[in-house]
C-alpha cells in the first residue's frame, strides 16, 4: 500500500506562483509513474501532468504547457507541481497519484491517490 500526501495548496491571486508537493510513504517510489490531477466544482477529475519513473519524460494538458513544471526527487520520494501565471480556471483540488505500470494521462490506471490539496485563483 502506497499513501500518497499533498501539501502547499492556497488562495492566490491570478498572474501568482505556487508550488505543490506530494511525499510517498513507499521505498519503491522510483517504480511509480507519479501524476497530478485537478478537480473543479461540477467537473470531472483531469489530468494535469505526468512524469515518468526516472524523471525523463514529461507530459502536460494543454491548458498549462508554459505554465507549470512536474518534477520529482526519487531521493526524497517526492513529486513536485510548479505552477505559475495561476488562472482562475486552474481552480481546483489538486491530487497526486502513483501508476506502477504505464506512464499515461488514464485516470483509471494510477493505483493510489492522495487526499487532495485545495488551489484557489482569485481574480
Known amino acids: 500500500q502506497v499513501q500518497l500526501g499533498e501539501s502547499g495548496g492556497g488562495f492566490v491571486q491570478a498572474g501568482d506562483s505556487l508550488t505543490l508537493s506530494c511525499a510517498a510513504s513507499?521505498?519503491?517510489?522510483?517504480?511509480?509513474?507519479m501524476g497530478w490531477f485537478r478537480q473543479a466544482p461540477g467537473k470531472e477529475r483531469e489530468f494535469v501532468a505526468g512524469?515518468?519513473?526516472?524523471?525523463?519524460?514529461?507530459d502536460y494538458t494543454d491548458s498549462v504547457k508554459g505554465r507549470f513544471t512536474i518534477s520529482r526527487d526519487n531521493a526524497k520520494k517526492t513529486v513536485y507541481l510548479q505552477m505559475s501565471s495561476l488562472k482562475p480556471e486552474d481552480t481546483g483540488v489538486y491530487y497526486c497519484?502513483?501508476?506502477?505500470?504505464?506512464?499515461?494521462?488514464?485516470?483509471?490506471?494510477?493505483?493510489?491517490w492522495g487526499q487532495g490539496t485545495q488551489v484557489t485563483v482569485s481574480s
Open positions: 497519484a502513483a501508476a506502477f505500470q504505464l506512464f499515461t494521462r488514464r485516470r483509471d490506471d494510477y493505483d493510489y
Open positions: 512524469v515518468s519513473w526516472g524523471g525523463e519524460n514529461t
Open positions: 513507499t521505498d519503491t517510489f522510483n517504480a511509480f509513474v
